[in-house]
């Protein structure tokens, strides 16, 4: 784990490229949904720390990375394994899908990003330019582009097709923990251990905006909101905050989870009603009502700290993952509401 230092001065921040949304935050009148997610699969084989799972956009297949070096792709249907993708030389803390579910990027120990084809279970490019860990990873939407996020402080914008490094940013003075697109892909968000948020142009590498709080709590992750006009960033002071990056102000916090030490991911879950995910160092996951931010449900039975949290796009579907006391990945399903197919209001 890096030292945490203070902040330091960040580059400017112009006005963003777009009017700031109108939101509606007040509860709804009607009776308030609450969730009823049950296990239903328990994958294991990974034989490390399991630090981040993603579902496929196409909602069949699960990816999981491991301090182990493997990725592993998982059927969604039937929890059975597909595929181990071998080939970093070190652990691995974060694999990202493209949009057509055709190919992962990883991001690793070894300094490289490598991007796979999932059908040959092959590494189709390595990408190498970070000096430290690479620590984050995701594509644009196009999946044209992706973005690494580093322990040397920088992100870098790699075109997948070429094969090469198309902007460095020297975005933070600690770490970045997080890296990830705006739905449309014309924007950034990163963070890191030196507590800020920040927003970034695409084409340009401009800082657009940063974000901090009084007290610059640890982040551990951020991520847009799918319909980009907000972000989620859980903070290591057990906190996690959904900002109006427009006016820079937090709308909405969420407590009761534990989170102090690691960097656990943080889930929108739009298929069954509107809820926050996070997973916890007590070894739970938790659901929040986004509007209320009240506790709807508290999922147990991992073992160890919950690292990896990843909500299925079109199904009442939670995928979650643990450290090394529990190994396990665990598939938590809502079969009693009503999905909407993950419509994004």
């Given at each position: 784990m890096a030292?945490?230092?203070?902040?330091?001065?960040?580059?400017?921040?112009?006005?963003?490229?777009?009017?700031?949304?109108?939101?509606?935050?007040?509860?709804?009148?009607q009776a308030r949904l609450k969730p009823k997610y049950r296990p239903k699969f328990t994958l294991s084989g990974h034989t490390m720390s399991i630090s981040s799972v993603k579902f496929s956009p196409d909602g069949k297949m699960l990816a999981s990375a491991s301090a182990d070096k493997l990725i592993k792709v998982w059927s969604v249907l039937t929890g059975q394994i597909l595929k181990t993708l071998e080939g970093h030389t070190e652990g691995l803390s974060d694999v990202a899908w493209s949009s057509d579910s055709a190919l992962l990027a990883s991001a690793s120990d070894d300094k490289t990003v490598k991007v796979w084809n999932v059908d040959t279970g092959l590494a189709q490019k390595t990408f190498k330019a970070h000096t430290n860990y690479?620590?984050?990873?995701?594509w644009n939407p196009q999946s044209n582009l992706v973005v690494s996020g580093s322990f040397d402080e920088t992100i870098k914008v790699w075109d997948v097709?070429?094969?090469?490094?198309?902007?460095?940013i020297s975005a933070h003075s600690d770490p970045v923990t997080a890296v990830n697109f705006s739905s449309d892909g014309t924007m950034i968000v990163s963070c890191s251990y030196d507590g800020?948020?920040?927003?970034?142009?695409?084409?340009?590498?401009q800082c657009l905006k940063t974000l901090e709080g009084d007290s610059n709590p640890v982040c551990s992750h951020a991520r847009f909101?799918?319909?980009?006009k907000f972000i989620l960033c859980s903070t290591m002071d057990s906190t996690i905050r959904l900002w109006n990056y427009h006016t820079g102000r937090v709308l909405k916090t969420y407590t009761g989870h534990r989170n102090e030490g690691f960097c656990i991911f943080s889930c929108f879950s739009f298929t069954g009603g509107k809820w926050i995910v996070s997973g916890s160092e007590?070894?739970?996951?938790?659901?929040?009502?986004?509007?209320t931010r009240e506790i709807v449900q508290v999922l147990e039975g991992h073992k160890d700290t919950v690292l990896g949290i990843a909500?299925?796009?079109?199904?009442?579907i939670i995928a979650s993952s643990a450290m090394e006391k529990d190994l396990t990945i665990r598939l938590w399903f809502d079969t009693e509401t009503p999905s909407n197919g993950g419509v994004k209001s």
């Open positions: 030292a945490m230092v203070s902040a330091q001065a960040g580059p400017s921040t112009p006005a963003l490229p777009t009017s700031a949304p109108t939101v509606q935050t007040s509860e709804q009148p690479v620590f984050c990873v995701n097709a070429r094969g090469k490094c198309l902007r460095t800020l948020i920040r927003i970034w142009d695409t084409s340009t590498g909101s799918p319909n980009g007590d070894g739970k996951v938790v659901l929040w009502d986004l509007q909500t299925h796009p079109t199904e009442n």
